[in-house]
């Protein structure tokens, strides 16, 4: 929502390349969770931030709290990477999500 | 690891009927559950926030007479969503997290709620 606002909406990506997410907060957050929903509507969790970096594989993840914004980049894109990306930032009623991006790899 | 286990997966109830979801949480102690909605093409609006041994909070827009919450131990967690109408269909959700305020959140699969 207005708390959360992620970008881009969409992405399409070819195999192999690189891209970046991100997530500005209009509201200082605390903490900040990245998911990707699979086809049945599942959230994999992928990355816990209190401020700072984190690197999984192909995926990587920032989160400033001080200039409120975290990012989510995705290396050597592969199919399987296709889904919607939400971020979520922690406040104190609970997590807010954004609107999610939609990731599209093809080959 | 952390798991959480939401059922039924799918429900299909008559308009003005109600139907009940549930919520475990296994492999940690789930101090507070938060449910979330998921309505076709949006994010996850945040139903309410339950913590154990706290009252539950409901968002705007959502009430404990539409939406009663259980959280009766560490595990477990119901809502149910009474007389259910079309705008109520969508992906419910249930998030746990473990003990600190601060500690990560993680999601069951969902139930799907259609109403015909």
């Known amino acids: 929502g207005d708390k959360v606002k992620q970008s881009p909406s969409a992405l399409s990506l070819q195999e192999g390349t690189n891209s970046a997410l991100r997530c500005n907060f209009s509201?200082?957050?605390?903490?900040v969770q990245w998911f990707l929903q699979n086809p049945r509507g599942s959230l994999i969790n992928l990355f816990y931030?209190?401020?700072g970096t984190k690197e999984n594989g192909r995926l990587k993840s920032a989160f400033d709290s001080k200039e409120s914004y975290s990012t989510l980049h995705i290396r050597d894109a592969q199919l399987e990477d296709s889904g919607t990306y939400f971020c979520?930032?922690?406040?104190?009623?609970?997590?807010?999500f954004g609107l999610g991006t939609r990731v599209s790899v093809f080959p | 690891g952390a798991l959480v286990y939401q059922y039924p997966r799918r429900t299909i109830c008559k308009s003005g009927t109600s139907m009940r979801m549930e919520c475990q949480a296994v492999g940690f102690q789930a101090t507070s559950v938060a449910w979330y909605r998921q309505s076709p093409q949006k994010t996850f609006e945040l139903i309410a926030l339950s913590t154990v041994n706290s009252a539950i909070k409901y968002e705007q827009n959502f009430t404990q007479e539409k939406f009663p919450i259980s959280h009766p131990n560490l595990s477990f967690s119901s809502m149910t969503v009474l007389n259910a109408y079309l705008e109520d269909r969508g992906l419910y959700l249930c998030?746990?997290?473990?003990?600190?305020?601060?500690?990560?959140?993680?999601f069951g699969p969902g139930t799907r709620l259609t109403v015909l």
């Open positions: 979520a930032a922690l406040y104190a009623q609970g997590l807010t």
């Open positions: 998030g746990a997290r473990a003990a600190g305020g601060l500690a990560e959140q993680f």
């Open positions: 509201i200082a957050a605390t903490t």
């Open positions: 931030l209190v401020p």
